[in-house]
């Protein structure tokens, strides 16, 4: 038996992280299936204040958080290589057994060798855990917009021994977004409620999804202001752009919007479409710097529109959650009306 310990590592320098995370994750259980492999994760938090250098001059206190996801499998796990061999799948039938009966592995001496050599099992299993932890740091983002995650820094462990370590997020404009916009996330939700729908609605799978325009968050949490602008309208025009009407888009993005968003005026959707393309089309003057360098130094004009469409799409997808649903119908004669399925 294989012990698997996902622990999300975060430095909260306001204080207020931990007893936030501690409601929502406090000896949860987290279901997940690797290959028809039910894992059942069991969190648990534990804080530790330290100080830590900002310069050579100055420190700042800050308390460190480890949030931790512990599960067992089944599995052989060659401890010198740190590496899954097998592990029992659903019919009971192991990889040792069908690599051994393999006459391609029969000049094989090395017993390791007789498991997976190929690393075809370790790597889809790697794979698997990287799922996990961008599925988890999602569910966190949705259910708490307002929390500061920063870089949602894991590190996955076998047996106690480090198995891989990644950082799933580079910019938390999801924190700017609620601290900007606080207005329009109306939604209230609970990990567990977010968890379930992340994994039974496929989300991040790119061939079974059933509500594609959430993976794009993906790459909202890993882009510049300009990117985050794009890919933002990309999944507004997803959720709110239905193909069978032959409208333009940025006539239905404004209507429907407005009538799922009232405080969000018509005109700003047309803002924010209008910005959109400006760039899209090579009307925006792009300059030989980094944009991350534009938009410092002011050349980059569109960030208060890039944050209020990143806003609009995160808690669009909330209420998506809060709904159990994975799209918006819209029925639009004198007046648009929706409804969630």
Same mark, same amino acid.
């Given at each position: 038996?294989a012990?698997?310990?996902?622990?999300?590592?975060i430095?909260?320098f306001?204080?207020?992280?931990?007893?936030?995370?501690?409601?929502?994750?406090?000896?949860?259980?987290?279901?997940?299936?690797?290959?028809?492999?039910?894992?059942?994760?069991?969190?648990?938090? +534990?804080?530790?204040?330290? $100080?830590?250098?900002?310069?050579?001059?100055?420190?700042?206190?800050?308390?460190?958080?480890?949030?931790?996801?512990?599960?067992?499998?089944?599995?052989?796990?060659? &401890?010198?290589?740190?590496?899954?061999?097998?592990?029992?799948?659903? #019919?009971?039938?192991?990889? &040792?057994?069908?690599?051994?009966?393999?006459?391609?592995?029969?000049?094989?001496?090395?017993?390791?060798?007789?498991?997976?050599?190929?690393?075809?099992?370790?790597?889809?299993?790697?794979?698997?855990l990287?799922?996990?932890?961008?599925?988890? $740091?999602?569910?966190?983002?949705?259910?708490?917009? #307002?929390?500061?995650?920063n870089?949602?820094? =894991?590190?996955?462990?076998?047996?106690?021994?480090?198995?891989?370590?990644?950082?799933?997020?580079?910019?938390?404009?999801?924190?700017?977004?609620?601290?900007?916009?606080?207005?329009?996330?109306?939604?209230n939700l609970?990990?567990?409620? $977010?968890?379930? #729908?992340?994994?039974?609605?496929?989300?991040?799978?790119?061939?079974?999804?059933?509500?594609?325009?959430?993976?794009i968050?993906s790459?909202?949490? +890993?882009? &510049?202001?300009?990117?985050?602008?794009l890919?933002?309208?990309?999944?507004? &025009?997803?959720?709110?752009?239905?193909?069978?009407?032959?409208?333009?888009?940025?006539?239905?993005?404004?209507?429907?919007?407005?009538?799922?968003?009232?405080?969000?005026?018509?005109?700003?959707?047309?803002?924010?479409?209008?910005?959109?393309?400006?760039?899209?089309?090579?009307?925006?003057?792009i300059?030989?710097?980094?944009?991350? #360098?534009?938009?410092?130094?002011?050349n =980059?004009?569109?960030? $208060?529109?890039?944050?209020?469409?990143?806003?609009?799409?995160?808690?669009?997808?909330?209420?998506?959650?809060a709904n159990?649903?994975?799209?918006?119908?819209?029925?639009?004669?004198?007046?648009?009306?929706?409804?969630?399925?």
């Amino acid at each position: 038996m294989a012990q698997i310990e996902i622990v999300l590592n975060i430095r909260d320098f306001r204080g207020v992280i931990y007893e936030q995370l501690l409601k929502e994750f406090d000896n949860k259980i987290f279901p997940y299936d690797i290959n028809n492999y039910a894992l059942n994760f069991k969190s648990a938090l +534990n804080k530790e204040i330290k $100080t830590l250098p900002l310069d050579r001059n100055s420190n700042i206190e800050a308390t460190e958080i480890n949030l931790s996801f512990s599960s067992s499998i089944d599995a052989k796990i060659d &401890e010198k290589y740190n590496m899954i061999l097998y592990y029992e799948d659903p #019919w009971n039938h192991n990889t &040792e057994e069908s690599m051994i009966s393999d006459p391609l592995c029969s000049f094989i001496d090395d017993p390791f060798d007789k498991y997976d050599q190929y690393d075809l099992l370790d790597d889809d299993f790697e794979c698997q855990l990287d799922l996990f932890c961008m599925r988890m $740091t999602h569910a966190i983002i949705l259910t708490m917009p #307002w929390i500061d995650i920063n870089t949602a820094h =894991f590190t996955i462990y076998l047996n106690h021994k480090e198995f891989k370590n990644k950082s799933y997020i580079t910019y938390p404009i999801h924190e700017e977004a609620y601290e900007q916009w606080p207005s329009l996330f109306k939604t209230n939700l609970n990990i567990i409620q $977010t968890w379930n #729908w992340l994994n039974l609605n496929y989300i991040h799978d790119t061939d079974n999804s059933n509500c594609p325009a959430a993976s794009i968050l993906s790459y909202l949490l +890993n882009r &510049e202001y300009h990117e985050i602008m794009l890919y933002s309208v990309i999944g507004l &025009e997803v959720l709110y752009g239905d193909k069978k009407d032959n409208r333009g888009v940025s006539f239905k993005l404004q209507n429907r919007i407005h009538s799922v968003f009232p405080d969000i005026s018509p005109k700003q959707i047309k803002d924010i479409y209008k910005n959109r393309s400006v760039f899209t089309h090579g009307d925006f003057r792009i300059t030989s710097h980094d944009l991350y #360098w534009d938009s410092l130094n002011g050349n =980059f004009k569109y960030i $208060t529109e890039a944050i209020q469409a990143f806003a609009i799409f995160l808690e669009s997808i909330r209420m998506l959650i809060a709904n159990n649903s994975v799209k918006m119908v819209f029925h639009e004669k004198t007046q648009v009306d929706f409804k969630f399925e």
